[in-house]
């Protein structure tokens, strides 16, 4: 997982992160990420959106699709 996290510098959750880098894409998603600084480094924060029950999946939307002309999402999620 690639995220900005301001436009010159670029998090890669394959170098260093937690758990959070198997999280998923939804159009609707369950969680959101937000950036901000820790101990002078810009880390991201994933916060729910919306009540999380046990045995629920955790996806945020990746905003792969937003514009992307000709491509369509398959995730499942109603558009």
């Keep these: 997982m690639l995220l900005n996290a301001n436009p010159q510098e670029m998090i890669d959750a394959s170098r260093k992160s937690s758990m959070g880098r198997f999280i ?13 600084k820790s101990l002078g480094e810009t880390v991201v924060g994933i916060f729910a959106i919306r ?28 558009n």
């Design 24 to 36: 998923n894409h939804s159009c609707q998603p369950a969680a959101e990420t937000t950036r901000y």
């Design 51 to 78: 009540n999380i029950s046990k045995g629920d999946e955790i996806t945020i939307d990746y905003q792969m699709y937003d514009g992307a002309e000709g491509k369509e999402c398959s995730c499942g999620a109603p």
